[in-house]
């Protein structure tokens, strides 16, 4: 499975990955994902994992497939440091 880069989170600790395994059908889509222990460490970020994972989308399987795929999706989550300086506009 693929693997994908998103906005840095605001973080006050570093986070370590999420891991989501997902069911995909025949077609390529995300049937059932579910959160692996232990999570990121950060509720929000393992909630945004599964909401990404939810609407992924695969390659369809041609042929004589199995009905159902499982595989993983890892997260790597990148903080940026919290802070109370106002974003500049360049």
């Known amino acids: 499975m693929a693997a994908a880069c998103f ?21 390529g889509n995300v049937v059932s994902p579910a959160l692996l222990p232990p999570g990121s460490g950060d509720s929000r970020a393992d909630q945004r994992a599964l909401e990404v994972a939810r609407t992924a989308r695969f390659q369809p399987l041609r042929g004589s497939s199995p009905a159902l795929t499982v595989g993983v999706l890892v997260f790597e989550w990148r903080t940026v440091a919290l802070t109370n ?3 500049s506009n360049p």
């Open 7 to 27: 906005t840095p989170t605001a973080s006050a600790d570093l986070l370590t990955n999420t891991v989501v395994q997902v069911l995909v059908d025949a077609d």
């Open 85 to 87: 300086a106002p974003a």
